[in-house]
């Protein structure tokens, strides 16, 4: 096996997984918020931890396959200069466009990735918290910052992706 179709394979994995693990997530928190309303309002119980858990997932639910888009090149487009640009024919200028945009996301996701990092380990250095328990403790505040590097780490891992192929193929 050539390294070039592990490496295809293994990027085509993480998509996958990134696909699924969206899918997952919001059908839990459908599941999770559709059981809170019928217990809140058919029985009158609220069960807290539901909701507080559903606003925590729905940052994995954004941040996780945000790299999808970046793998189908529909992150980070100047629409206005690409359409230009594709309707005169500017192949050449169109595909170092191309390029400068994704190197650009790639920057910007590496310093964001090794931001969420910082922040996430400042968050557990000094125990940060949020106002609600779960199953009587309280919630540590790294639960949704994990949620941003998951998510830069696959944009970052898709647009380098993208960047590669573009360079070896020599198109958009």
């Given at each position: ?40 309002y058919a029985f009158f119980i ?93 919630v540590p505040q790294w639960t ?29």
């Open positions: 096996m050539s390294m070039k179709r592990f490496v295809q394979g293994l990027l085509f994995g993480a998509a996958k997984l990134t696909d699924w693990t969206s899918i997952f997530l919001m059908a839990f928190i459908s599941v999770q918020l559709i059981i809170v309303v019928v217990l809140r609220n069960i807290r931890w539901f909701e507080q858990s559903s606003t925590i997932l729905f940052f994995y639910v954004v941040f996780v396959p945000a790299g999808l888009l970046s793998r189908s090149n529909q992150h980070l487009n100047v629409e206005i200069l690409y359409e230009y640009l594709k309707k005169r024919e500017k192949t050449k200028t169109l595909w170092i466009l191309h390029l400068l945009l994704r190197l650009t996301e790639a920057l910007f996701c590496a310093l964001a990735l090794y931001l969420a990092w910082e922040y996430t380990v400042h968050l557990i250095e000094i125990n940060a918290t949020f106002d609600f328990e779960f199953f009587d403790r309280r949704t910052s994990v949620a941003f590097i998951l998510g830069f780490f696959f944009l970052l891992l898709f647009t380098v992706e993208v960047l590669i192929t573009s360079l070896m193929e020599k198109k958009v």
